[in-house]
Every structure is written in C-alpha cells, then in structure tokens.
C-alpha cells in the first residue's frame, strides 16, 4: 500500500451494497451525516453500483445527492445519470446477439441468467440467488417462457447465477470465452456480464472529466471485484474490511466494515479532518 498524502479530495465514490449500506440495506446515521457534511464543503458524492438505477434513486436522494447536483454510476458503468432531474449522461448497452450468446452460455454452464428491460428482473428460471436481487432492487421479477424471444432488444447487462464456489470457476472460463466482453464478479453469487469496455473506473473517468476534477482528487471505496477497477484508479482507493480475501492488498487503505461505518471513517480522515 501507497504512502498516502493529504491533499483536497474533490470526489467521493461509493459502492452501495456491503461498503456504504449496512447489511440490512440501510445508511447508517453516521454515513449519513458525514456525507452531508462533506456535500456542505462542496465535495462531489457520486454512488457507483451494480444495481439498476432505478434501485439507487432513493438513496441518492436520502443523501441529498440532487440538491448538491450530483450524479449515479449504475449498472455497474453502463450508465451515468444526474440524480435531480435524471438526465442520462452516458449509456452503453448489450447487444442482443451478445446477449444471445450469454444465454446459450449459461445453459452450456448450468447456471441462471437474468437481464433488465423495463425496470423489471427477465429471467426464464427461478433461484434462491434472483430472489436475493429481487430483494436488493425492490423490482419486479418477470419469469418468462422465452429468454430469447422475450429480450428482443439491447440491455445493460446480464448477470449469471450460481453458488459461489461454482461461479467462480465459471468466472475464469466466461473471461477466456468472452474477451470482448466486462466480465467481474459484484457478490460471490453474482457474475455481471456488460458491453467491453464497461466498468466503475471508465464511468468514473467519464463523469470526473465532465466535472473537471483530477484523479488525484477522487477517493472511491468498495468491496467486491466490481469495484476494483475504480479503487485502482482514485487518486485514493479503499476497501471497507469486509472486502473479499484475494482483494486486500488491492486497495491504498482498508477502513472499518460496511456494518461499522467505514464509509463515515473515510470520509472523516480525509474530507472533513
């Protein structure tokens, strides 16, 4: 780990799913406070996730992210969106030859698959593992006949279901499969699928050039393999302590857990000490 500099941090970047919300799906008070107050100092708040957007919205809201006129990394990068007014800045999507082709893979490789497509869940098939979304997202689960002949237009992404000893494998092989493809994994039992490309770091570069702000002047914080490109590439990378095992070394520092306001230690440190 890097010796880490004190200097003034423009842009904070948050994972939402086990690094800012607590495992219960919530925003601790604490979390709250400090990113309001950071918000007051004219910092940049931005949450980037593997959720859909409209799962993200509520909490941009509760943080006040659109009376500071900031902005939502959804999808995992395929898409960045102003939270006041919903203005979409970017979009990149499957096609759906592409999306075509993860499904006969997943049927090769035995797992489930779902995609979006009207803020709503597609899937052909039930799992405990879709049930977990459905929960995450609060939307909509559209079981269909015909993967193929319901999805007849671009999405965002896929993401491949299975128990995460499987998965993994199933990771490894999907890279070698699909090179063209972004391929990480969000939660052991989540391995997302978008457009090449696609990630937190290149949405990240986007919006931060948009706005002006140096890489130097971001902090990102995250957890999971979806976030790793964009703690490699802030100026600050953190990883809250329940970041997975192979991950630790990855990060500039490792701050307290997602259920002991790690977010809140960060933001502390480095924006409002």
Same mark, same amino acid.
């Given at each position: 780990?890097?010796?880490?500099?004190?200097?003034?941090?423009?842009?904070?970047? !948050?994972?939402?799913?086990?690094?800012?919300? &607590?495992?219960?799906?919530?925003?601790?008070?604490?979390? @709250?406070?400090?990113?309001?107050?950071?918000?007051? @100092?004219?910092v940049y708040v931005?949450?980037?996730?593997?959720?859909?957007?409209?799962?993200?919205?509520?909490?941009?809201?509760?943080?006040?992210?659109?009376?500071?006129?900031?902005?939502?990394?959804?999808?995992?990068?395929?898409?960045?969106?102003?939270?006041?007014?919903?203005?979409?800045?970017?979009?990149?999507?499957?096609?759906?030859?592409?999306?075509?082709?993860?499904? /006969?893979?997943?049927?090769?490789?035995?797992?489930?698959?779902?995609?979006? !497509? /009207?803020?709503?869940?597609?899937?052909? &098939?039930?799992?405990?593992?879709?049930?977990?979304? @459905?929960?995450?997202?609060?939307?909509?689960?559209? @079981?269909?006949?015909?993967?193929?002949?319901?999805?007849?237009?671009?999405?965002?992404?896929?993401?491949?279901?299975?128990?995460? &000893?499987?998965?993994? &494998?199933?990771?490894?092989?999907?890279? *070698?499969?699909?090179?063209?493809?972004?391929?990480?994994?969000?939660?052991?039992?989540?391995?997302?699928?978008?457009?090449?490309?696609?990630?937190?770091?290149?949405?990240?570069?986007?919006?931060?050039?948009?706005?002006?702000?140096?890489?130097? *002047?971001?902090?990102?914080?995250?957890?999971?393999?979806? /976030?790793?490109?964009?703690? *490699?590439?802030?100026?600050?990378?953190?990883?809250?302590?329940?970041?997975?095992?192979?991950?630790?070394?990855?990060?500039?520092?490792?701050?307290a857990s997602n259920?002991?306001?790690?977010?809140?230690?960060?933001?502390?440190?480095f924006i409002l000490?």
């Open positions: 780990m890097k010796t880490i500099k004190k200097m003034q941090y423009k842009m904070l970047v !948050l994972d939402m799913d086990d690094t800012l919300l &607590t495992d219960d799906h919530r925003i601790s008070d604490l979390n @709250k406070k400090v990113i309001l107050e950071a918000q007051a @100092k004219g931005v949450l980037a996730s593997g959720r859909p957007t409209i799962a993200m919205t509520a909490y941009a809201k509760e943080l006040e992210l659109h009376l500071n006129d900031s902005y939502i990394i959804s999808f995992n990068g395929a898409i960045i969106s102003r939270v006041k007014d919903d203005l979409v800045l970017f979009e990149q999507k499957l096609t759906v030859e592409q999306i075509y082709a993860l499904y /006969d893979y997943s049927v090769k490789m035995k797992t489930d698959i779902i995609t979006y !497509l /009207d803020d709503e869940i597609i899937s052909q &098939t039930d799992s405990e593992y879709i049930e977990v979304e @459905k929960e995450i997202t609060g939307m909509t689960h559209r @079981k269909v006949t015909s993967f193929k002949e319901y999805v007849d237009r671009p999405a965002v992404k896929c993401i491949l279901l299975e128990n995460p &000893t499987y998965l993994k &494998t199933v990771e490894n092989d999907l890279i *070698e499969a699909m090179p063209h493809l972004s391929v990480s994994m969000s939660k052991p039992f989540f391995l997302e699928a978008a457009q090449q490309g696609i990630d937190k770091a290149a949405s990240l570069k986007y919006l931060a050039d948009k706005l002006g702000i140096l890489q130097s *002047e971001i902090i990102a914080v995250g957890n999971a393999g979806n /976030d790793l490109t964009m703690i *490699e590439y802030a100026g600050l990378g953190v990883w809250v302590d329940n970041v997975a095992p192979e991950l630790r070394d990855k990060a500039d520092l490792i701050v259920n002991n306001d790690g977010v809140a230690e960060v933001v502390q440190r000490n």
